[in-house]
Antibody
Framework: QVQLQESGPGLVKPSETLSLTCTVS?????????WGWVRQPPGKGLEWIGN???????YYNPSLKSRVTISVDTSKDQFSLKLNSVTAADTAIYYC?????????????WGQGTLVTVSS | QTVVTQEPSLSVSPGGTVTLTCGLS?????????PSWYQQTPGQAPRTLMY???TLSSGVPDRFSGSILGNKAALTITGAQADDESDYYC??????????FGGGTKLTVL
């Protein structure tokens, strides 16, 4: 069964770059799904960040597009998130997800999530 | 900026029926938006309940159902149980690879 696991620093300084990696197990990343990121500020709702296909095609939330880069390394079964120029508003739990190519709003499964705090 | 609307909070009595909705500020929701629903309890990752409007995710009890009601997507819980008390999020596919989550509904069972 497919499993996703986020990893990366839990603390990032303001104005620096947040970097997270998601490792995929139990499924081939080239088998026809999108891979992406969703975040959730403490006590608030979910926000879609973006998706990537194994070919490298990317789709980003327009409100974050200028600061976000999602990349994929299928040889390592990983995909990554970079968010630059972070502020306290970027403090959130970051989830990596798999998105269906047919059921276009189906995000499943989800990683357990990792809390990233932006603070000096 | 597209806004997906959900009721901030709802309550239901144990055994009762409640309908959560998912709308758009400027147009009607249809199956073309592939509405999906997620349940989240505190400290946990979201769990998929429903996708493609009315397809139940594996392992989800059939007291949950999905539909289009009027101009919104809807999630109905029939025979609510105590452990249905959770936050519920819908998400719509807007095209061009873009998805938008609703603000979530906090459901209380009392």
């Amino acid at each position: 069964q497919v499993q996703l696991q986020e990893s990366g620093p839990g603390l990032v300084k303001p104005s620096e770059t947040l970097s997270l990696t998601c490792t995929v197990s139990g499924y081939s990343m080239t088998s026809g799904y999108y891979w992406g990121w969703v975040r959730q500020p403490p006590g608030k709702g979910l926000e879609w960040i973006g998706n990537i296909y194994h070919t490298g095609s990317t789709y980003y939330n327009p409100s974050l597009k200028s600061r976000v880069t999602i990349s994929v390394d299928t040889s390592k079964d990983q995909f990554s998130l970079k968010l630059n120029s972070v502020t306290a508003a970027d403090t959130a739990i970051y989830y990596c997800v798999r998105r269906s190519r047919i059921a276009m709003s189906l995000f499943d499964p989800w990683g357990q999530g990792t809390l990233v705090t932006v603070s000096s | 900026q597209t806004v997906v609307t959900q009721e901030p909070s709802l309550s239901v009595s144990p055994g009762g029926t409640v309908t959560l909705t998912c709308g758009l500020s400027s147009r009607s929701v249809s199956t073309n938006y592939f509405p999906s629903w997620y349940q989240q309890t505190p400290g946990q990752a979201p769990r998929t309940l429903m996708y493609n409007t009315d397809t139940l995710s594996s392992g989800v009890p059939d007291r949950f159902s999905g539909s289009i009601l009027g101009n919104k997507a809807a999630l109905t819980i029939t025979g609510a149980q105590a452990d249905d008390e959770s936050d519920y999020y819908c998400v719509l596919y807007m095209g061009s690879g873009i998805s938008v989550f609703g603000g979530g509904t906090k459901l209380t069972v009392l």
